[in-house]
C-alpha cells in the first residue's frame, strides 16, 4: 500500500520553508476546539467507572436513538434505531461494509477524484477500484455507472459533499445512482461526513423517505467534522439490520465496540449542541467561500475547479509538472501545505487540494498573496 496522502503531507511540513509563517490547508482533521459544554461533560462522566467498560456492539442504545431522531429531522423520513450502527469513525464503517459486501476479485465503482482512504482499503483487501470520470461540475455521470458495472461489481460509493472536491451532488443525481444501484442489485454507499457544511437547509436527499431505501443504501456519517471530536472516533452506518449484523461480526474481532467516552460524547453533541454547531458550520462555510471567492478574484492562475464542505480545488498553472511537484514547492518555496490531486487518483495532476477548517480570514488573504507571486 502507499503511504496515506497525510504521511507524504508531513514530510512536505518539514522541509517547509524556515523563514515564513507556514499555511496549512492541507488536513481536513479540524483543530477547531470542540465546545467547552462537551469538555466539562466528558471530565465529569470520565469519573464514573462504568465508562471505562465495553459497550453493546451496535453501540449505546441513547447514540443510536439519537441518531436516529437526527436522520429524521435532517432527512425529513423516518429512521428507526435498529437501522444505524454507531462505529470508531467514519472510516471503520466504510471498511466494515466493504468487508461485508466484498470478496478479493471483486469491483466497487469510486467516482473521480476519490477519496484515498477508500481507494486504499478497497486496494488493501483485493477488491478493484473502478474510477468513472468527473464531468465539468465535478460530478459523477449515472450512464457512465452503469456502462461500468460487470458481475463482479458490488457498490457504488459516493461522498457529498465530496472530498476533495467539495462539490454537492443534487438530490436528483443521488437518485438516479440509487436507482441504478438498487436495479442492478448493488449496494449504494454515501459518506455524508461533511452533509452539514452544504449551504442547502434542504434534505441532502430524499432516499430515507423510500420504504425500501435499506436494501440498497449504507449511509455513512462521522462526528469529527461537525463536533470536532476526530479523537474521540465514532462515526455511523445506516443501512438494513441484516447487513448491519454482518458488519457488527466484523467489528467485533477490530475494536470490539467503538469508544464508550466518544459514545457518550457523540450523544452529548447530539442533545445539547446544536446550536454550537450551527455557529461552527457558519464559520467554515464563511471560510470556504471567502477563500473561494477571494481566489477568484485575485486570479492567480489558480483556478478554482469547484468549493464546498471544508474545500477548495484549485487548478495549477503549470502543464509540465506533476501536482505532487507543484505541492512540494509551494511548502518549499512558499510555505503553503496543501495535498496534491494526485493523492486523489489518476487524471488529477492538474489538481491542488486546499482544506480550509483551521485557516482565518486574515490567513486566506496571505495564500491568496503568496499564490499571486507565483501564478
Ligand atoms: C469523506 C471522509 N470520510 C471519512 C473521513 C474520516 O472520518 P472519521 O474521522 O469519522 O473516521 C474523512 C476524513 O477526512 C473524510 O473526508
Redesign the pocket.
Known amino acids: 500500500m502507499i503511504d496515506s496522502p497525510i504521511t507524504q503531507v508531513g514530510r512536505w511540513k518539514e522541509a517547509a520553508a524556515p523563514h515564513l509563517p507556514l499555511i496549512d490547508v492541507s488536513q481536513?482533521?479540524p483543530t477547531y476546539p470542540p465546545a467547552r459544554e462537551l469538555r466539562d461533560h466528558i471530565a465529569a462522566v470520565a469519573q464514573s467507572v462504568a465508562t471505562a467498560t465495553y459497550t453493546d456492539q451496535q453501540g449505546i442504545l441513547p447514540l443510536r436513538e439519537g441518531l436516529a431522531r437526527s436522520l429524521t429531522v435532517d432527512y425529513d423520513a423516518p429512521v428507526a434505531a435498529e437501522s444505524v450502527a454507531v462505529t470508531a469513525?467514519?472510516?471503520?464503517a466504510?471498511c466494515l461494509a466493504m468487508m461485508a459486501l466484498t470478496e478479493p476479485g471483486d469491483e466497487v465503482l469510486l467516482p473521480l477524484p476519490s477519496?484515498f482512504?477508500h481507494d486504499m482499503w478497497l486496494r488493501s483487501q483485493d477488491v478493484a477500484p473502478v474510477y468513472l470520470e468527473p464531468g465539468p461540475d465535478m460530478t459523477p455521470d449515472p450512464a457512465e455507472a452503469a456502462a461500468a458495472i460487470t458481475d463482479r461489481t458490488r457498490a457504488i460509493v459516493l461522498?457529498t459533499p465530496n472530498?476533495p472536491t467539495g462539490a454537492v451532488y443534487p438530490p436528483a443525481l443521488i437518485e438516479s445512482f440509487f436507482e441504478l444501484a438498487r436495479r442492478r442489485g448493488l449496494a449504494l454507499v454515501i459518506?455524508e461526513?461533511?452533509r452539514e457544511f452544504r449551504d442547502d437547509s434542504e434534505p441532502p436527499h430524499t432516499l430515507f423517505s423510500r420504504p425500501d431505501w435499506s436494501d440498497t443504501l449504507i449511509h455513512?456519517y462521522?462526528?469529527?467534522?461537525a463536533y470536532c471530536m476526530?479523537g474521540y472516533?465514532?462515526?455511523c452506518m445506516a443501512t438494513n439490520p441484516g447487513l448491519l449484523r454482518e458488519t457488527l461480526k466484523i467489528a467485533d474481532c477490530v475494536a470490539l465496540c467503538p469508544s464508550h467516552i466518544g459514545q457518550l460524547a457523540a450523544t452529548f453533541c447530539l442533545e445539547h449542541l446544536d446550536d454550537w454547531k450551527r455557529e461552527y458550520r457558519r464559520t467554515v462555510r464563511d471560510r470556504v467561500a471567502y477563500a473561494a471567492r477571494r481566489l477568484r478574484e485575485a486570479k492567480t492562475g489558480f483556478q478554482v475547479v469547484s468549493s464546498g464542505g471544508y474545500f477548495v480545488y484549485l487548478r495549477h498553472p503549470f502543464t509540465d509538472r506533476s501536482s505532487a511537484s507543484v505541492g512540494r514547492s509551494l511548502a518549499e518555496d512558499h510555505g503553503i501545505l496543501c495535498l496534491a490531486g494526485s493523492m486523489f487518483g489518476p487524471g488529477q495532476d492538474r489538481y491542488l487540494r486546499l482544506a480550509f477548517a483551521n485557516v482565518d480570514l486574515p490567513a486566506i488573504d496571505e495564500l491568496v498573496t503568496r499564490l499571486g507571486r507565483i501564478g
Request: hydrophobic share 35%; aromatic share 18%; charged share 15%.
Open positions: 481536513a482533521a469513525g467514519c472510516n471503520q466504510f477519496y482512504n461522498v472530498n459518506d461526513t461533511y455513512l462521522s462526528f469529527s467534522k476526530a472516533r465514532i462515526g
